[in-house]
Structure formats: structure tokens, C-alpha cells
């Protein structure tokens, strides 16, 4: 052997013993509780007099940036946390987490170690009041299934309209009924008030005093009114009499395990106090790089007029004031509070014209908007003798909102009147946009590169009527109209609505048709779709024996890559439909319906159930859902997201089954939208994240009580919980 060999040798082998060395000495670290905490990050352990607190939040907020920002993490197994990418600020720290109260905040700014002192809850009462509404909306006690049908005010007090424990759920408690605009079961809302206990002569006249409060109050009565109203509010009656008299929840949440604890949640403070927020917009959802870095643009719906902005960059705030095209268009301050509010008396808090509910992004950064532009009639060229192809065959005569289109580079607005109204916004690969919320029995797309060559909104969009090949030859053919007799020999026109719109891979459209038991609707729109599109309707699984889990009432909605379509319902379920599992017919006079019962599956969401519920999967409100095609989040590719709004959180289906990504402060987390960025392709967890805003209609209900404002929340998941 030559020197020179030897010589190569032993340094292989003094690489190698070295290598080892340090390994050791990073383990070493590991287990003796170390955390290394970079120049931007705050770090260290969590314990208590029973040692390290696992699973456990902690909370890092600061006032000293142009708006307030909250950072929260997860301690690992050996109560190690790190919170990372915090701007240059002083920040108040503390613990939070379950079987715990608050610990006492300590100030530290970043690039410093900091060890907290967790603080045990001294008795159960005091734990649970860190509980997710959920477990304390489970308490209610729904009416057994005996009641039902309804016989009516004068019989039971239920509506004779409502059929099933089941509809019951969908029309007054879960998310087509109260949990549709704001928590149930959190603190604000398990608790009367005292200025409307103290002028009603019991429980039950004063929820029904409650639900008359403030500028939804009619919309809340009338909600009440269409189930039975006295039985609507003994109902939440007791439950509320139950909790004042000391019950607690039966049931008790788990601190996060495995990768719960490996995400981030940023938060950032946006509009003002009176205002709400719906959807949020960051990116063009076909290509999440777009608007890398910028602005995030927030929906004020009915409470105001302008767009809200965050500039995580800057960590700043700032708004978009919107206009209409028509000065006498309706303003949602026309109507005030039914009843005085607990919070607000009798002051308009909302006074918006525009009603913005959701955002597309196109590639150029473009904002489309749907916005109310003009009163309800619509233009000429919408109604019967106009030449418009789409007025032709389906004319309209009103409408709601338009599309209001912002440009972030000459900081120009654009009305566009459109004779339908528009909902969500989505767009296909051709850079059509697809609407939805009708009217009744009307799709409308808007086709945005007619529009940049012609600025000709009426040459733009175009309609079409929901038409079933009912007679199963492949085409559009004369049709029967809703409420007429089927005709073997015709097609048959549908009167539904989308509420939920996502073009899929193949080119058709996909939306959610509310009701009992809802279905899923497939739009094609084919060569020319005001005469040639057909539809295809899937109704969620219900008393069908063919389907081994029921449900019912599907709202939110998004397909994946492989045109798998996924739904939240109210029945308490998250569920997926793949149309080709399907193994009959699915068109023609046996396509009813409940034709394809194989192609649904349905998971339960995590947590309790009401009391005595049998025709549903949890207590848990899910409003909307995302599918994450591109990884956003950092759960991987094509994983589905829904809104948890009692379990306060994201509930993400990680190979089947849930992980709870909760928002422990402040406590009320309730989330509509859904839209993931990546910032930066190769910049790993830190490079990307999935955003919602908080979206109660009531965010005085709120940890923080009246004078709290909605959020923009993101979510990131890292590798581990110490990763920076």
C-alpha cells in the first residue's frame, strides 16, 4: 500500500469518526431539551410542575407593527417550541393549551431563547373554558327521531314541512341554518344577555327576542319561523338553561399529536370593527405563484364598501374603496336591526351597495370581484327580444351582483353588469370565468379574453338553462319545463342553483345544489353552451339503501386533479363523489338522482355529536372547502381542507383521516374561504401557505368581545415543530 493511499484512507476514516461525533452531539442536544433559536425566532420549553408540556400552544403577539400580528406554534414531546419568521417587534408570549389557564405574558423580542412556566388548570370548569365551541354546541338536544315529520303549531310545534331529524339539523342548527353565519356554542352565544334576559318572561321568549337582534335579525326569525319557531327556541332554550345551571361538555379534545404540532399560524388584523369579512383572495388558483409576495385582498359582503388588504411583507393594512355603476343601487344599511342588538343597538353597522362575496385572481394579478354594480333590473340586451344568444332562449330579468374588476398596476376599478348573478368565482383553463347564485335554473360564465380585446360585456358572457339528457341520446333536445310531466322522447330542464362552482380538469363545471338532501350538478357546457349544454344531477346519499352512509345539504365544493369532487355537508361529513365509480346509466329516465350512490364517500368530522342526533356525522360546521392541488398548506398534493368552524380550526384529510389545525386565540376561529400561495418555489414550508379570513358575521363574539376585528389567518406546516 502506497503512503498516498494510507493518507486517503485515514482521513476517510477521521471524516467518518468525526461525522459520528457531531451526529451525537446534535442528538445530544435534542434530548437534553435544547432549541436553536435563529435571529428572527423565539424558542425554548414549556413546563409545569408535572415537566414538559407536550402539545401545547404558543402564542406570540405584537402592536408594535403597522398591524397587529399573532404567530402560534405547538410544543413537541419534550415541550420544545419554536416560533419562527417574526418581524423585528417586541412580542408578548404565552402558553395556552388543554388541561391548562393562560400563563401569565412575558415580553421578548426575537433571536432570543425564551422558557415559559405553563399554569394547570385548577379544576375542570377552568380547562373547559378553552374548549372549542363544539364541545359545548354538543350539549344541545336535538328533537328524537320520533318527532318527526312536524305536525304543526298546533300539534308537536314543529313544521309539517320538515320530514326527518335530518332536515331539522340542516335548516336550524348546522350550516344551512345558524352555524351558516357565526359560531354556535361559543361563550357569546351559550350565554343570553342580560339586557334581553331581564325583559323576557323565560328562556324560550328570549332566544326568540335573541334571533330578532340587529340587522340579520330577520333573516335569523325567518329561519326560525320555517322549522316551528317555539320549538326552535325551547330547543336552544335548554341547552342554554342547561349550561347556566353548571353542565359541561361530556366530551374532551386532545392536544395536538404528530403533525399537528408541526404547523405555523400567522395572523394579521384587517378592517374595521363593525365590518365582517366572507372570502379572501391571494393568488390565481390555477397558478398559486402568481402575486407571489403581495397583497391579499379580503370581501366585505354585506358590511361595507371597499376591499381590505393585508401586505404580509410589510405587515401592513390598507383598502380598496368600491363603487357602483348606479347611484340608486340597494345598500344593505336600507334595513335596520329588527331589534336592538346587545352590542350595537339600534345602529347600522352594515351600509354596503357592492356586497362583495368572493374573489377570482387571474395570471395578470387582476382582482374579479363579484359585486352588486346597479339595481336589480337588468339591461335590455337580458330580456326577452334581445339578440343576445343566451336571452334568446332563457331571458332574465333581474339580477343581483355583477363583477367589479380591480387592476393592482394602473389601481384602476371596473364595473361589469351581467344579466346573472355571481356568488363564487372561478376560473377554467380558458380563462372563462363560471358563476354562481343563478337566478334559478342559470349557469353564466363570463369569458375574460373577449373582454380585454373588446371591453364588450355583453359580447363576454353568455347563460345557460340546467338541462338533463333525459331521453339519453347524447344531446340537447327539446325538454320538458320543472313541473311538467317527464317525456321520454325530450330532455328535462332543472330549476337548480349553484352555491359551490369549480370548473374541473375535463371541461365541464361542477357546483353544489343546496337543499334536502342537495346534490352535485355537473355542468357540460359543450360547442356552443347556450344550446348545447347538458347537466347531470348526483344527489347526496339519503334513504337509500344502496349507500352505506347517509348525509344530506352540500355547500362548499372543490375538485382535484384527477376530477374527483369533494363537499362539505350539513349532515356533519366531509365527502367525496367520483364519477367514475358510478355503474349505471348516468343519463336518461333512470339517472333520477340517488342513481350512483358508489361514486359518494363520506368521512364524519372529529368531535361529539348533539344529543339524541341520529341522522348525522358530528356537531362540527363546515361552511366551505379547498383542495390543496399544489401543496400549499404543506400536507402534500391534492389533500382536502375543510373549514371547522366549532372546532375552531382547518380540518385537513391526510390519507383518510383528520388532523385538527386549531386557532386557539382568539378564541372563535370561523373561516368561509380558502386560497393557497406559494411565495417561493424553492424556499421549502416557508415558502408557501394556504389562507382564510375569519368570517363570522358577528366578530364581536369573539375572544376580545366588541371592538375585536376580523383576521387573515395563515397556515403553514413544517417538517417538524422546531423547524425554522
Known amino acids: 500500500m502506497s503512503k498516498r493511499t494510507l493518507y486517503a484512507g485515514m482521513v476517510i476514516v477521521l471524516g467518518v469518526l468525526l461525522a459520528a461525533s457531531l451526529g451525537g452531539v446534535r442528538a445530544a442536544q435534542n434530548n437534553s431539551g435544547t432549541v436553536r433559536v435563529g435571529s428572527a425566532d423565539i424558542g425554548g420549553v414549556v413546563t409545569s410542575p408535572k ?15 403597522p398591524t397587529k400580528l399573532v404567530k402560534i406554534v405547538v410544543t413537541d414531546d419534550q415541550g420544545r417550541y419554536l416560533v419562527p419568521e417574526l418581524p423585528k417587534a417586541n412580542y408578548n408570549v404565552w402558553v395556552r393549551g388543554y388541561g391548562l389557564v393562560d400563563s401569565p405574558k412575558v415580553t421578548c423580542a426575537p433571536g432570543k431563547t425564551l422558557n415559559l412556566k405553563a399554569v394547570l388548570a385548577p379544576d375542570k370548569k377552568a380547562a373547559i373554558d378553552y374548549y372549542p365551541a363544539l364541545y359545548w354546541f354538543s350539549l344541545l338536544q336535538i328533537p328524537p327521531k320520533s318527532d318527526f315529520p312536524g305536525t304543526g303549531p298546533s300539534g308537536n310545534g314543529i313544521s309539517s314541512n320538515i320530514k326527518s331529524q335530518g332536515q331539522w339539523i340542516r335548516e336550524v342548527v348546522n350550516t344551512d341554518g345558524c352555524t351558516g353565519c357565526h359560531q354556535m356554542g361559543d361563550k357569546a352565544t351559550r350565554e343570553i344577555p342580560d339586557s334581553i334576559v331581564h325583559h323576557s318572561k323565560d328562556s324560550t321568549t328570549a332566544w326568540q327576542r335573541r334571533i330578532e337582534s340587529g340587522q340579520a335579525g330577520a333573516q335569523m326569525a325567518s329561519r326560525f319561523n320555517q322549522v316551528g319557531s317555539k320549538r326552535a327556541a ?36 384587517w378592517a374595521d370593527p363593525k365590518v365582517y369579512l366572507h372570502d379572501d383572495i391571494s393568488t390565481d388558483k390555477r397558478n398559486p405563484t402568481v402575486n407571489a409576495n403581495g397583497p391579499i385582498y379580503g370581501a366585505l359582503e354585506e358590511s361595507g364598501d371597499y376591499l381590505t388588504v393585508v401586505d404580509p411583507t410589510h405587515t401592513s393594512t390598507s383598502m380598496i374603496n368600491l363603487k357602483v355603476r348606479d347611484p340608486q343601487t340597494p345598500s344593505s344599511g336600507d334595513a335596520g336591526p329588527l331589534a336592538p342588538s346587545p352590542f350595537w343597538g339600534d345602529e347600522k353597522i352594515w351600509n354596503s351597495k357592492t356586497t362583495v362575496h368572493s374573489f377570482a385572481m387571474d395570471k395578470q394579478g387582476r382582482v374579479w370581484a363579484a359585486a352588486r354594480v346597479r339595481k336589480p333590473q337588468t339591461p335590455a340586451f337580458c330580456q326577452a327580444g334581445s339578440d343576445h344568444p343566451s336571452a334568446k332562449l332563457m331571458p332574465i330579468n333581474e339580477g343581483q351582483r355583477g363583477l367589479e374588476l380591480y387592476d393592482p398596476k394602473t389601481k384602476e376599478l371596473t364595473t361589469i353588469d351581467t344579466c346573472y348573478t355571481w356568488g363564487h368565482v372561478n376560473f377554467d383553463k380558458n380563462d372563462v370565468l363560471w358563476s354562481s347564485f343563478g337566478p334559478a335554473g342559470i349557469e353564466g360564465w363570463f369569458d375574460t379574453k373577449i373582454w380585454d380585446k373588446t371591453h364588450d360585456e355583453k359580447k363576454a358572457q353568455g347563460w345557460s338553462a340546467f338541462v338533463l339528457d333525459y331521453n339519453g341520446n347524447g344531446k340537447r ?24 362552482v369549480t370548473p374541473a380538469p375535463d371541461g365541464s363545471v361542477w357546483g353544489t345544489a343546496m337543499g334536502f338532501p342537495g346534490a352535485l350538478v355537473r355542468f357540460i357546457p359543450g360547442s356552443h353552451p347556450p344550446e348545447t349544454a347538458l347537466a347531470e344531477y348526483y344527489e347526496v346519499p339519503w334513504n337509500n339503501s344502496k349507500a352505506p352512509v347517509q348525509g344530506y345539504s352540500p355547500r362548499g365544493l372543490d375538485v382535484d386533479s384527477k376530477g374527483v369532487v369533494w363537499t362539505v355537508l350539513s349532515s356533519g361529513h366531509f365527502a367525496s363523489f367520483d364519477r367514475s365509480k358510478c355503474k349505471g346509466p348516468l343519463n336518461g329516465p333512470t339517472a333520477t338522482g340517488q342513481h350512483c350512490p358508489e361514486g359518494w364517500t363520506l368521512y364524519p368530522f372529529p368531535g361529539p355529536n348533539y344529543k339524541g342526533a341520529v341522522e348525522n356525522g358530528s356537531a362540527d360546521s363546515a361552511y366551505y372547502n379547498f383542495v390543496d392541488v399544489f401543496d400549499t398548506l404543506g400536507a402534500g398534493k391534492d389533500t382536502p381542507v375543510a373549514t371547522g368552524n366549532l372546532s375552531e380550526g382547518l380540518l385537513v384529510l391526510d390519507n383518510g383521516k383528520f388532523i385538527t389545525l386549531r386557532v386557539p386565540y382568539p378564541m372563535g376561529y370561523y373561516a368561509k374561504g380558502l386560497d393557497g400561495r406559494i411565495d417561493n418555489p424553492n424556499g421549502g414550508w416557508k415558502g408557501k401557505g394556504l389562507y382564510t379570513p375569519i368570517s ?4 364581536f363574539h369573539m375572544e376580545g368581545g366588541k371592538g375585536t376585528t376580523a383576521k387573515l389567518v395563515e397556515f403553514q406546516m413544517r417538517p417538524d415543530p422546531l423547524a425554522n
Do not use: H
Not at 342554554?240 to 399537528?260: F, M, T, V
Not at 363570522?696 to 366578530?699: F, I, K, L
Open 696 to 699: 363570522t358575521r358577528a366578530p
Open 51 to 65: 415537566g414538559p408540556e407536550a402539545g401545547v400552544w404558543v402564542i406570540a403577539e405584537t402592536t408594535d407593527l
Open 477 to 500: 333536445d327539446a325538454y320538458t319545463e320543472p313541473g311538467q310531466a317527464a317525456d321520454p322522447t325530450k330532455d328535462k330542464r332543472i330549476n337548480v342553483t349553484f352555491y359551490g
Open 234 to 269: 325551547a330547543m336552544y332554550a335548554d341547552w342554554s338553561d342547561r349550561i347556566a345551571k353548571g353542565e359541561l361538555p361530556d366530551a374532551a379534545p386532545s392536544r395536538p399529536q404528530g403533525k399537528e404540532r408541526n404547523v405555523v399560524v400567522t395572523m394579521w388584523d
